[in-house]
């Protein structure tokens, strides 16, 4: 099992940058490709960004690509998302969410494939 943690939310304006972290505990979190999601008020929970387990590869939505850039560090059990150019249709709650896969460049960007998810941390981006 792994527990996940987001931080780095807030409020900033259009524009702005923020950087998001999800802190996982447990074992062998290299073993997980991770993902970020989010959720707008009274929308449903949509992918932004995912990355395989070696990092090597990742993914994203139309929405965020070429703003947004997904990393992780497995020696510091962290992935991260680096938000750039910030819109306010960019404001949701923010989660991350980890999935045990096999192959080292597998990526997962399928919500219902995730079996661990964070708390979620609030992003809001005035206009």
């Known amino acids: 099992q792994v527990q996940l943690v987001e931080s780095g939310g807030g409020l900033v304006q259009a524009g702005d940058s923020l950087r998001l972290s999800c802190a996982a505990s447990g074992r062998t979190f290299s073993s997980y490709a991770m993902g970020w999601f989010r959720q707008a008020p009274g929308k449903e929970r949509e992918f932004v960004a995912a990355i395989s387990r070696s990092g090597g590869n990742t993914g994203y939505a139309d929405s965020v690509k070429g703003r947004f850039t997904i990393s992780r560090d497995n020696a510091k059990n962290a992935v991260y998302l680096q938000m750039n150019s910030l819109k306010p249709e960019d404001t949701a709650v923010y989660y991350c969410?980890?999935?045990?896969?096999?192959?080292?460049?597998?990526?997962?960007?399928?919500?219902?494939?995730?079996?661990?998810w964070g708390q979620g941390t609030q992003v809001t981006v005035s206009s």
């Open positions: 969410a980890a999935e045990w896969v096999l192959g080292s460049d597998y990526l997962v960007q399928r919500i219902g494939a995730y079996d661990y």
